[in-house]
């Protein structure tokens, strides 16, 4: 018997990341200076890692309801509330999932069946992808351009939709470009959907990092709000990525279905760390500001200085990363990124790893300390200079 | 705009002038300006570097010191913190609220030297009532800067 000839064919045809052979040089070499991280360089602040403790003394140990501890769905609508003005009922409009990963899987797998047409915005986070092709659905990237500051546009939303067109992804603020979208940029896209049926999964794990503008959700617009499934966590905006905690809030006939398929695959999500979230949605805005704070300043230092490499780069104003193009150089992104490594040794992550139309461009993140990100800069600047 | 220039230097006196133009949306010129008033005006005093003695060979004790004291009519504390503050021994000096009324910092290089500092300099200075002295066996965490903690990055190299 071959063993992997009885893989589900759906998982072995699943393209592997374009980029392995490039993580793979990367992993060994534990000595470059790296901005490759997707993940806050801060640690937890300690009074939720505090929460987390007490939370074992005191010997929660048990699961959860499936939903999540109603104590702390009910303290995410009170943020979600006054934070970004969104209202939802905490007894069944939302789940704690296990990161923002799970919203978006349970997500697709509860809304796509075979065939159902997905857009997705690109370049975009990686596992919009091959989340619809598990679900059985067709994924249909939507080229979002630096021109158009890498936003979604109305007429590239048009043009893309078919009647089979079942979800739009809509990935803001944007990882890996830093795009956001603002009310009236929403008000477009609403324009189009509000005579569709189509549902839109609102990725918004980095709304708490935006620049100079608060960030605004699709689901605060009346005719989306019931069709609109906000994926949310605290790995970004608290610095918990290691907690593994999200949610997932929308109208109860669709949160519903996701609580099934949660209490089958996952029970619920662990308990130490939803205790600590409860501290962090209670008592946290502080700490979010301080570090979207920190992150404005390196993000002002990052922008500023690609510019002045030569690498052109659009003003990102969410998540930390800068996407600034490489097409000046002449090079591919992927032989960027490996020259760079290799001459340099600085880590970067190619820009085709968040879909084709990445190509051309590098993701560079600025969750590291200033000095850290000065000292990658000057490298950057060595190598683009020794190669004009 | 002072106060945020001023918070950067707190945190990273290293910090180069350009990139706090950066940073606050400043001209160079202007971060200089400031940086430059803010000196006269004796709001920026000193840089100085924090250092981990005990990783160190050099040997010293370092002890805090509680004075009850007399306030003098018309000076206050003043002038016994003056009297006090001028010793080069003595590294910091606070008025305080609660059980002690000045807080001395003194630095030697034996717990002998300092006890003997204490009894002839501070515990005999007119209107100085009495003295505490409290030797610190460990730093934990000084200037917001915690000592044990490893500048370790433990991140993955990439993630998406």
């Given at each position: 018997m071959i063993i992997k000839d009885k893989i589900n064919k759906v998982i072995t045809d699943m393209?592997?990341?374009?980029?392995r052979k490039f993580f793979d040089l990367v992993a060994q070499m534990p000595e470059a200076i790296s901005l490759g991280v997707g993940e806050p360089d801060f640690v937890t602040p300690w009074h939720i890692r505090d929460a987390g403790i007490y939370s074992l003394e005191k010997g929660h140990t048990y699961y959860t309801s499936n939903s999540g501890l109603a104590s702390l769905r009910e303290e995410i609508c009170n943020y979600l509330d006054r934070r970004f003005n969104l209202k939802y009922n905490y007894k069944n409009e939302v789940l704690v999932t296990v990161g923002g990963s799970e919203a978006i899987d349970l997500t697709i797998r509860a809304l796509i069946s075979n065939g159902d047409e997905v857009l997705i915005p690109q370049p975009s986070f990686v596992c919009y992808v091959p989340c619809v092709q598990m679900a059985g659905g067709v994924p249909v990237p939507i080229v979002t351009k630096e021109e158009d500051n890498f936003k979604l546009t109305p007429e590239a939303l048009k043009k893309a939709i078919t009647p089979k067109t079942k979800l739009l992804v809509l990935p803001y603020p944007n990882n890996p470009t830093g795009a956001i979208m603002t009310y009236d940029e929403l008000k477009a896209i609403v324009d189009v959907l509000k005579d569709t049926d189509i549902f839109v999964m609102s990725d918004e794990i980095y709304a708490e990092l935006t620049y100079g503008t608060k960030h605004r959700s699709i689901a605060e617009f009346p005719e989306m709000r019931d069709r609109t499934i906000l994926v949310s966590g605290f790995s970004k905006a608290y610095a918990m990525t290691g907690w593994r905690l999200g949610y997932v809030c929308a109208h109860p006939d669709i949160i519903a279905p996701l609580t099934k398929i949660h209490q089958y695959a996952i029970m619920s999500s662990p308990t130490v760390s939803q205790y600590a979230a409860l501290e962090a949605v209670k008592k946290g805005d502080n700490d979010i500001d301080a570090m979207v704070s920190e992150y404005n300043y390196r993000r002002k230092v990052i922008f500023e200085a690609f510019n002045q490499i030569g690498l052109e780069c659009f003003e990102p104003l969410g998540a930390f990363y800068v996407f600034p193009s490489i097409k000046s150089t002449g090079m591919k992104s992927n032989d960027f990124c490996e020259n760079l490594l290799k001459e340099q040794k600085v880590a970067v992550v190619p820009g085709d790893a968040f879909g084709e139309s990445g190509e051309g461009y590098i993701r560079c993140s600025y969750a590291y300390s200033i000095e850290a990100i000065n000292r990658a800069l000057d490298r950057i600047d060595k190598f683009v200079s020794s190669h004009k | 705009m002072r106060n945020q220039i001023l918070s950067l230097l707190e945190q990273n006196a290293e910090l180069k002038h350009d990139q706090i133009a950066v940073m606050l949306d400043m001209s160079v010129s202007e971060v200089e300006k400031e940086i430059q008033a803010m000196t006269e005006e004796g709001i920026l005093l000193k840089s100085k570097a924090l250092i981990n003695w005990e990783k160190t060979d050099r040997e010293f004790v370092t002890a805090q010191i509680e004075l009850k004291v007399t306030p003098q009519r018309g000076e206050g504390f003043d002038k016994v913190a003056e009297r006090i503050y001028q010793y080069p021994e003595v590294k910091s000096v606070y008025l305080v609220s609660g059980g002690f009324d000045i807080a001395v910092t003194i630095e030697g290089k034996t717990m002998k030297e300092v006890a003997l500092f204490v009894a002839e300099k501070l515990a005999t200075m007119e209107y100085v009532n009495s003295t505490k002295t409290h030797f610190i066996l460990k730093k934990y965490k000084q200037d917001g800067v915690i000592f044990s903690q490893q500048g370790k990055d433990e991140r993955v190299v990439i993630s998406l």
């Open positions: 393209k592997p990341s374009g980029i | -």
